[in-house]
């Protein structure tokens, strides 16, 4: 089909989503059924978003099966999970199951990136374009573009002198890569860094892990589950499970414990964090949101964390990198990974851990990676496990533009990342963004996004019902939300670690904290109290 026809065939398209990942999904399923046209433009090749995208070896969720999913009975009822921690295999299944269930494909054009997006004032409708030349002209535009999907490529000298092979982990070739008997060089040691050397350690000639700071990861707890569980769940738990991840802080189930950390006895605490260490799923940052808000309950788990971590590294040196004795940020305010045998990895005969604080990198040469001590770090396959411009990074890549005709990229570097509730922003009418910055998008997952579509769903229906055809943030709500984001977050310690949570991690992004970290539990009261007041903070035209 032509541009022109493909155009005029969509003339009356309600809503355009961009994106088909966790959030695409549901929101393509809950306005179809909500009676509006809607249709995704999706840069990948399937559905899944994120887990079409990181197919590294080790990529695996790192959130419990059972509050990452969808509620949506079509899908959980005949879906069964094989571990409480699915790979990626089994997670890109599951999204061609929903595929099946909720009939999305149909609706989806695969392969076609959005580059531009422009409000148009006089039919109040938005022009799409994307790469591949299409065009659509929608009512309504929602970006489901995910907070981890624009790769962060680091800018050493030399990066393309070198004469083997190099790969973001969120750019993995889909065929995969044969890493056994390699010489293999990994550059960050987040959640991706992690997954991957844990992976590859056992099978590569040799492993370089160049780390800048140390992860600290809590033990994942994997675990197999039987049919018998899953029926379970489906009889009896799952709706109510569904029901309590919409009220915990986190998106998660909620904590067993009542008692705040510092009120325990240093034994008590000590046999509490014990027991969520060993046997539990919540461990002490589910368990106590004070961790991330009190410095001194942060210590307490810090010191936690780091000797029972160092009780796993028989080398001295060794446990001083990975388990510093002193705390490199508060624990928490860098989204902590889930491991499995990370820390032995290190004593494994044919892996290398480089302090590239102490020895920073240099420059890449053709043969690997040169670090200040002069010494090059051969390698045949590098991975950039270097982590996203996230939360932000995918919305402003596109060249949207609003009723004055800025790109939202740029009006966010000039000004400062604006959005009311998370989900809106002034100047951009009829433009929303599930999962984006300044709502608790960082540590919610599918409870939330689940949330704000319906939300979106809800105020399309309110407009159709009272015949509005244009919704768009004020700018004093705008300011007024940025205000509160800021002054939860500085009730907080984030601001003390550099991380993708304040967009510390791009080198020349404005530092800011990028989420909502007042919990899901205050955030959606507050999009409700919008939405009862008549979308209170917005203009309906
Ligand atoms: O990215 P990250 P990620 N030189 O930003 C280092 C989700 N996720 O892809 O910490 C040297 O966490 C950087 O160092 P530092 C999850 O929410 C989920 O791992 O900035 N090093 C850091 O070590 C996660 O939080 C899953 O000092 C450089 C690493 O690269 C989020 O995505 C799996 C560098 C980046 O870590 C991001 O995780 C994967 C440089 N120039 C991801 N630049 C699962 O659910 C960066 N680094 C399993």
Request: glycine fraction near 8%; include cysteine; charged fraction near 25%.
């Amino acid at each position: 089909m032509s541009s022109q026809d493909y155009a005029e065939k969509h003339k009356d398209l309600d809503v355009l989503i961009v994106g088909a990942g966790f959030s695409g999904a549901y929101q393509l399923h809950k306005l179809r059924k909500a009676g509006f046209s809607a249709k995704i433009f999706e840069a990948g090749s399937r559905l899944g978003g994120t887990w079409h995208w990181n197919c590294y070896p080790g990529a695996r969720v790192d959130s419990e099966y059972l509050t990452y999913q969808l509620s949506t009975e079509e899908v959980w009822k005949d879906w069964s999970w094989s571990e409480r921690f699915p790979g990626r295999d089994e997670l890109v299944a599951y999204f061609e199951h929903v595929d099946k269930k909720l009939d999305l494909s149909r609706d989806i054009d695969f392969d076609t990136r959005v580059t531009g997006a422009t409000f148009d004032v006089s039919t109040e409708r938005w022009i799409v374009s994307t790469q591949n030349g299409r065009t659509a002209r929608p009512r309504f535009l929602i970006l489901c573009t995910g907070f981890a999907s624009k790769p962060l490529l680091p800018n050493y000298p030399g990066l393309s002198s070198f004469q083997g092979t190099i790969h973001h982990t969120a750019r993995w070739p889909q065929q995969g890569v044969d890493l056994a008997g390699k010489r293999v060089g990994v550059i960050g040691t987040g959640s991706s860094g992690v997954q991957v050397i844990q992976e590859t350690a056992p099978i590569v000639a040799h492993l370089t892990v160049f780390q800048r700071t140390p992860n600290l990861a809590l033990p994942m707890h994997q675990s197999k589950l039987t049919e018998a569980e899953q029926v379970q769940l489906k009889e009896e738990l799952y709706p109510t499970i569904f029901r309590q991840r919409t009220e915990s802080f986190t998106g998660g189930l909620p904590s067993p414990i009542r008692t705040p950390l510092l009120q325990l006895t240093p034994e008590e605490q000590r046999l509490t964090l014990e027991d969520l260490w060993v046997n539990t799923r919540f461990w002490a940052l589910l368990a106590f949101p004070e961790i991330l808000f009190d410095e001194r309950a942060n210590e307490v788990a810090y010191n936690f964390w780091r000797d029972r971590v160092r009780q796993r590294i028989a080398d001295p040196r060794l446990r001083e990198k990975l388990a510093p004795e002193t705390a490199p940020h508060p624990f928490g305010t860098k989204r902590p990974s889930l491991e499995r045998r990370y820390f032995e990895v290190f004593s494994q005969p044919n892996v290398t851990l480089v302090d590239v604080q102490e020895t920073p990198i240099l420059e890449i040469t053709p043969r690997g990676v040169r670090t200040k001590d002069g010494v090059e770090h051969v390698v045949d396959i590098l991975v950039l496990a270097t982590g996203f411009d996230a939360l932000t990074g995918s919305i402003a890549e596109i060249n949207m533009r609003g009723i004055d005709n800025t790109p939202i990229g740029e009006k966010w570097s000039s000004k400062g990342v604006g959005t009311y509730l998370g989900l809106a922003c002034a100047g951009y009418p009829n433009m929303f963004f599930p999962y984006g910055p300044q709502a608790p998008s960082a540590f919610c997952g599918p409870a939330c996004l689940e949330f704000q579509c319906d939300w979106v769903v809800d105020c399309l229906t309110y407009m159709r019902k009272h015949k509005y055809a244009r919704i768009e943030a004020t700018p004093e709500a705008e300011a007024a939300w940025v205000a509160r984001v800021e002054e939860i977050a500085l009730m907080g310690l984030w601001y003390r670690a550099k991380s993708w949570y304040t967009g510390a991690n791009v080198p020349g992004k404005r530092v800011v904290v990028l989420n909502f970290m007042g919990g899901q539990p205050l955030y959606t009261k507050l999009c409700r109290e919008s939405a009862e007041g008549g979308y209170k903070g917005f203009i309906l035209t």
